[in-house]
């Protein structure tokens, strides 16, 4: 090297296979001051000083050198043989005569630039075979001779050592900067050069950034990181346009979404399923591309006009005048970006493919098929192969809305009908400057026994009625308090985690802060835990009362270290939750909690604006005999006004009057203000929005609109689990708990039967026995059955009349067993889809017992007045003694007056023998029963 001519940098860098910047520090080490640039000329004395410091990594950079030489003649034996079936010499015949240098491969040189489909793992192959295609369309035009003849020029050098026929114009970058430096030495050449290689320099950047680059790159990568040039990855900027078309596509895909929704039924016709939609939509924006691309039939998609359009460009760029270096870098830029096109492309199928149908339970056939885009016909014939015969506007049910929307890989969020109809109602956000601080709503939460109700009464025995003649005069479901500072708080009155979990059931969130209060002497509990679950699963901020402080053996320390573990972390463990040492006895640290509510609530900056239509909350109801509905609501946003029409769930009302909890009447209720509230149609429930719209009209609309709703949902919802539809409701993953109430005539049963039926538990479905009691199946039974989805297993007990009612209006499945063993069968063969009750028991009738005739030979002969349905004269009776069965048997005789008779209506009298059962009393009642075997359905095996 000694007598040689100065190398570059970057060069020699590669040459010793290390970073430039070693290549610096050894030469600055060595007295030779060298600025780490690419170019910078490294003269022969300090290549023999890089010589005797890197030789061996010159060794690593030669077998380097050679193993990608070996990659390269693998590659274009792989190369030549693949691009058989694609040849553009059709196309090129002229060109391919003037470029002897690289005619050996003409359909490789330009498949890439014509052909942009082939798959990505191609494309990198390709990477560097393209390069030769700018070289050949640079010699068909004849006027860019200077940029052909360079190729041209070096042709033969290379042709000497190089193997390859593409030998990439890089080389006449890359290596040639090598190559020519040997016997070239013209220098307007090398300014030249060093453009390009400045160029081929953030090129190279690019390739690092390519991943999808092939080994040759790769090996780029790596040269390019030995010349160390991240300093200059400013092309990284590239990615951003990316980013910025993908967004582009993505509003145009809304765009076209939205259209497609409202072209829906032109289009439906051809768009069977939503796949197909996709796809269609996919050729609509990129047209033969990616159809190509998809089956891969290249050749078939390459047409003349294509290749013209193509040489154009190619041409036009030339023309433009950018090096060889920037056109590659432009050329990966635009491979990049279509790459991501690419897969931005699939993350859009994808979703669509995923696509989410927002429905209402219920909806008719004909509005599931628009939601779908397909006709009605389809709907209803993709019924008929799920076996259901329906019509086109005939009403669906959650499951076969999602059975049907599945067919078309569609999956289904049902969203509640009332909300629906009052976001087409609601009016518009309000405008931030009309927004104003109101008081925070507060429920106390917390452990059995933890002093929520003390907590309670204390706040309002103490910060309730100053100012307020008499207190709390009348319960309103929540009253205000006024901290020292003179900031209100509202507080729910009721403690407990029932009222707060019952209203969020029904959706409805009341409360802004949950007030946890612990006993300082004993632990974070069972209840604790829950009602932080329930806190954080409502988005509810926690403020914790550490309650008893008064007490021995408080201990706070112990209680803020345990809520730590469950996630609440109080301020002075490094959390954000607040927290405040109390006595609800002593009243100790009282103000200071209800400070940090009100910190708390500031940060949470609470805000509603008063001057705009009422929104509240039902937080009870009952009916008065004196002023008929009277609930308790909490206004939230807006003024509520004494006049108003309202909507409370599905029941209208007007405003008639108000009251606060004082007792006082009210002529406005601005934001955080419970009220009493007078003037309902009929009874909302708790939980129920309120709302004012615009009218009365609206009003009686919206009322009407969601009674309709909600009858045609109780006629049709099977609202709650039956043990016929549990394996059903099983296999549709909506049950994995099967919930039961065990009710039975002594504590023993109900032992030996929950122990039974517990044991049925299976994999898929755990027996839960959330309730058991002795006795008869009462009302608060079903109720329980009803808010937690259970059944109710009655053991030689009957359900009074009104749970018997109100059991049929809230569908909850009542099961009456006289032998233990029979319950857990039933249970068990529901548990395992093979409940086929074959044997149906109904009743048919109930009689009162009013009198007892004890007849001797005859036995004892009740005079009965039948009360329900009918007795009839063959069906089996049984006794019923305080809601328990005491006897089961048959009727000897049934006599209206002396007269046998087959059966007697309700509203009748009439005397009963029961056969072998004389132990008849004042006050027993008969159930007779029939019992009808049914054919078990198909239907119900499924
Ligand atoms: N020493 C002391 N006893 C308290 C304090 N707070 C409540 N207690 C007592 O703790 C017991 C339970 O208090 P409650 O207020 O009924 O507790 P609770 O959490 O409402 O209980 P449930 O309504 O059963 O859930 C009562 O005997 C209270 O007198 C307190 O700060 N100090």
Known sequence: MTDQKPKKLFKVASEFNVATQSIVDTLSDNGFDVANRPNSKITSEMYDVLEGVYGDDKEKSMEHERAREEYESRRNQIMSSRNESVTIDTFLEPIDEDLEPVDEEPEDVLSPELEPIEEPEEEAEKAEVEEPEEAPETKKTAAEEEVAETPQKEEPEEAVSEKETETEVEDTEDEDAEEHEAGDEAEELDEEEEED?????????DEVEDETEDEVDSEEDEESIIRGRAGKLSGTKVLGKVEFSRENRKKRKTRKRKKDRVEADDESAGAKKPKAKASDKSKDKKPSKKAGKKKGKRSSRVDEEDVEKKMR???????????????????????????????????EMEELENEVLEVTEFITVSDLADLLDVKPTDVITTCMSLGMMVSINQRLDASTIELVAEEYNYEVN?????????????????????????????????????????????????????????????????????????????????PGHEAFTAMRSRGAQATDIVILVIAADDSVMPQTIEAINHAKAAGVSIVVAINKMDKEGANPDKIKQQLSEHGVIVEEYGGEAQSAEVSAHTGQGIDELLDKVLI?????????????????????????????????????????EVGDPFVAGSVFGRVRAMENEHGQRLKKAGPSTPVQLTGFDNSPQAGDRLIVPKDEKTAKDIANQRQQIRREQSLRRVKHLTLDDLSRRMALGEVSELNIIIKADVDGSIEALSGALQKLSTEEVSVNIIHTGSGAITESDVLLASASDAIIIGFQVRPTSNARKLAEAESIDIRLFSVIYDAVDEVHDALEGLLSP??????????????????????TIAGCYVTEGKVSRNNPIRVIRDGVVIYDGEIDSLKRFKEDVKEVQSGYECGISIVNFN??????????????????????AR
Not at 420 to 448: C, F, K, N, Q, Y
Not at 838 to 859: C, H, L, N, P, Q
Not at 924 to 936: G, H, L, M, Q
Request: charged share 40%.
């Open 414 to 494: 049902f969203v509640d009908a009332e909300e629906i109809i009052e976001d087409e109602i609601e009016m518009e956000e309000d405008d931030p400057e009309d927004l104003e601080p109101r008081a925070p709503i507060i429920t106390v939460m917390g452990h059995v026994d933890h002093g929520k109700t003390s907590l309670l009464d204390y706040i309002r025995k103490t910060k309730v009625a100053a100012g307020e003649a008499g207190g709390i005069t009348q319960h309103v479901g929540a009253y205000e308090v006024k901290t020292e500072s003179g900031k209100p708080i509202t507080f729910l009155d009721t």
């Open 313 to 347: 460009e190619t041409m036009q760029k030339m023309q433009s005048g950018g090096t060889v270096g920037s056109k590659r870098q432009k050329r990966r830029r635009q491979r990049k970006e279509e790459r991501e096109e690419e897969l931005a492309m699939q993350q």
């Open 919 to 940: 132990d008849i009393k004042v006050g027993d009642e008969f159930e007779s029963y029939a019992v009808t075997e049914e054919k078990r359905k198909l239907e119900d």
């Open 838 to 859: 074959e044997i149906k028991e109904e009743m048919k009738g109930m009689a009162t017992v009013r009198e007892v005739f004890k007849i001797s030979k005859v036995g």
């Open 197 to 205: 290689e400045e160029d081929e320099a953030e090129d190279e950047e």
């Open 600 to 640: 708390e609530a500031e940060l949470m900056e609470l805000q509603a604006n008063p001057n705009r239509l009422a929104q509240g909350i039902v937080l009870e109801s009952r009916v008065d005999k004196g002023k008929g509905t009277v609930a308790n609501v909490l206004v939230q946003n807006g003024t509520l």
